[in-house]
């Protein structure tokens, strides 16, 4: 059974940092396009970042609202993808939520709350 697990969110104030953890069971997150998206109350889930499989060659991708501020990056060994989160906006707040992708077989977890107070 996969199961991909968020970890990490909270309430931080503005130009604060916070570290979002996305453990995986069930699969090898190397084998993955792993990312990390968002939503909030009444709009669309977005895309924040994403690393693509390491035989993809683990490119980085990360949404125009985010670059230099956030990383996205994996540790193969412990099987979790994380995200850095530096100098939050209030703009930031929302459940952030992590996805594995295979062949658009895509797993989601159940997202953890950021809180980015002004």
């Known amino acids: 059974q996969v199961q991909v697990v968020e970890s990490g969110g909270g309430l931080v104030q503005a130009g604060g940092s916070l570290r979002l953890d996305c453990a995986a069971s069930?699969?090898?997150?190397?084998?993955?396009?792993m990312g990390w998206y968002r939503q909030t109350p009444g709009k669309q889930r977005e895309l924040v970042a994403t690393?693509?499989?390491?035989?993809?060659?683990?490119?980085?991708n990360y949404a125009d609202s985010v670059k230099g501020r956030f990383t996205i990056s994996r540790d193969n060994a412990k099987n979790t993808v994380y995200l850095q989160m530096n100098s939050l906006k209030p703009e930031d707040t929302a459940v952030y939520y992590c996805?594995?992708?295979?062949?658009?077989?895509?797993?989601w977890g159940q997202g953890t709350q950021v809180t980015v107070s002004s």
């Open positions: 996805s594995a992708n295979k062949f658009n077989r895509v797993y």
């Open positions: 069930g699969i090898t997150v190397s084998f993955y396009t």
């Open positions: 690393i693509s499989s390491v035989g993809s060659g683990g490119s980085t």
